[in-house]
T-cell receptor
């Protein structure tokens, strides 16, 4: 089973709202990722958690705040977003942080900022 | 210079033909290479990975890797209309322990019935 789940599927929020995206995996994976994907572009890495610790932040603006409460869960807290932040937000997980491990993506959350 | 390059396409092939998708990468230290399929509006789905030079086959899919030429390809035999999607090549960058993928811009494949 290589399932990663994400909620919600769709989210519309205003620029003053606070919302959270959630991601869950039960594969025993120890690395989890957040990506952002704009239309007709490849996924762009935002954050990497390894063993529940933040190991990579790709210079993401502070209005995006990741959290990894345990090894199965990953959250992305959103605050004061801009319309250009509208995108598909993808969560992924892999067995470990070593470069040989393949990443499996969840279905994504389609975010629209109005 | 882009780290991972793909022809954006569209690559149009007739049903039943072999589709050949190509990818070049710039980091000679890269060790792991992945192919993802992404249908419009959906998330990327892992279909193949390869680590060693040569060919790796899985059903109708064959991944080919040539590290000397910094080239990885994906062949799809007996192409079906359901194979129509964007194919993303992803490469691990070297120099660190964390699994960081760099994606190409993807090749749009259109299989004509």
């Amino acid at each position: 089973d290589t399932e990663v789940t994400q909620t919600p599927k769709h989210l519309v929020m205003g620029m003053t709202n606070k919302k959270s995206l959630k991601c869950e995996q039960h594969m025993g994976h120890r690395a989890m990722y957040w990506y952002k994907q704009k239309a007709k572009k490849p996924p762009e890495l935002m954050f990497v958690y390894s063993y529940e610790k933040l190991s990579i932040n790709e210079s993401v603006p502070s209005r995006f705040s990741p959290e990894c409460p345990n090894s199965s869960l990953l959250n992305l807290h959103l605050h004061a977003l801009q319309p250009e932040d509208s995108a598909l937000y993808l969560c992924a997980s892999s067995q470990g942080r070593a470069t040989v491990y393949e990443q499996y993506f969840g279905p994504g959350t389609r975010l629209t900022v109005t | 210079q882009k780290e991972v390059e793909q022809n954006s396409g569209p690559l149009s092939v007739p049903e039943g033909a072999i589709a050949s998708l190509n990818c070049t990468y710039s980091d000679r230290g890269s060790q792991s290479f992945f192919w993802y399929r992404q249908y419009s509006g959906k998330s990327p789905e892992l279909i193949m990975f390869i680590y060693s030079n040569g060919d790796k086959e899985d059903g109708r899919f064959t991944a080919q890797l040539n590290k000397a030429s910094q080239y990885v390809s994906l062949l799809i035999r007996d192409s079906q209309p359901s194979d129509s999607a964007t194919y993303l090549c992803a490469v691990n960058i070297s120099g660190g322990a964390t699994n960081k993928l760099i994606f190409g811009t993807g090749t749009l494949l259109a299989v004509q019935p």
